[in-house]
């Protein structure tokens, strides 16, 4: 059995809303950056749509028609999930974003 790769690249995105932002971190799992993070949220969107979390991600993305419609972007690209977890509570520090409601370990 091959063991689970760690040094895959890892992307680190926002979702802007009319309040500030959410930062989140991706691994790279489909062909392009930009598919792996719209694969991540569309599972944003679902969970947000089917689940009746008041955490405020869920309460924006549930104002939208389409997750088409969400204003996604990504911050940086980083080698390694440790490092770019790390680098995730970093940028949160930094940001202090409006739609990060767990904020353990920054």
């Given at each position: 059995m091959r063991a689970k790769r760690s040094d895959r690249n890892h992307i680190i995105y926002?979702?802007?809303g009319p309040e500030g932002c959410y930062v989140g971190?991706?691994?790279k799992t489909e062909t392009t950056v930009l598919?792996?993070?719209r694969a991540r949220i569309a599972k944003h969107f679902y969970r947000a749509k089917t689940?009746?979390?008041t955490w405020m991600l869920c309460e924006l993305l549930?104002?939208?028609a389409?997750?088409?419609d969400i204003d996604v972007?990504?911050?940086e690209i980083v080698r390694g999930k440790a490092a770019a977890h790390a680098r995730e509570?970093?940028?949160i520090r930094e940001l202090n974003p409006f739609y990060n409601t767990d904020k353990r370990g920054v």
């Open positions: 926002t979702i802007v971190v991706t691994a598919k792996s993070v689940e009746t979390k549930r104002s939208y389409s997750k088409d972007r990504v911050l509570r970093e940028i």
